[in-house]
Nanobody, 126 residues
Framework: QLQLVESGGGLVQAGGSLRLSCAAS????????MGWFRQAPGKERDFVAA????????DYADSVKGRFTISRDYAKNTVYLQMNSLKPEDTAVYYC???????????????????WGQGTQVTVSS
């Protein structure tokens, strides 16, 4: 069983930055696609970014391209989401997710990920 714990959320003004972290434990980190999703009140959980197990391939939602960067540190079993130029519409609970799969082909789908963290709140004020 893989456990995921997010951290780094908070309140930030529009235009500011935050870095989210997701620490994995319980089993080996390698072989897993790692994803970030977010869910605003009353809305569905949406894809934000994903990275393959080797770190050589990434994918982003159009709404965050050029502003967010996903990365992973194998030594620390941690995946990061660097968020720059934040907007009020980025306000949501951000979730880390993991799936043992070979590519990002289905990496945008919530249903592709069996492992989820508890979420961390990001609030961007205008």
């Amino acid at each position: 069983q893989l456990q995921l714990v997010e951290s780094g959320g908070g309140l930030v003004q529009a235009g500011g930055s935050l870095r989210l972290s997701c620490a994995a434990s319980g089993r080996t980190f390698s072989g897993y696609v790692m994803g970030w999703f977010r869910q605003a009140p009353g809305k569905e959980r949406d894809f934000v970014a994903a990275i393959n197990w080797g770190g050589s391939s990434t994918d982003y939602a159009d709404s965050v391209k050029g502003r967010f960067t996903i990365s992973r540190d194998y030594a620390k079993n941690t995946v990061y989401l660097q968020m720059n130029s934040l907007k009020p519409e980025d306000t949501a609970v951000y979730y880390c997710a993991a799936s043992y799969m070979s590519s990002l082909t289905t990496g945008k789908q919530v249903s592709s990920y069996p492992y989820w963290g508890q979420g961390t709140q990001v609030t961007v004020s205008s």
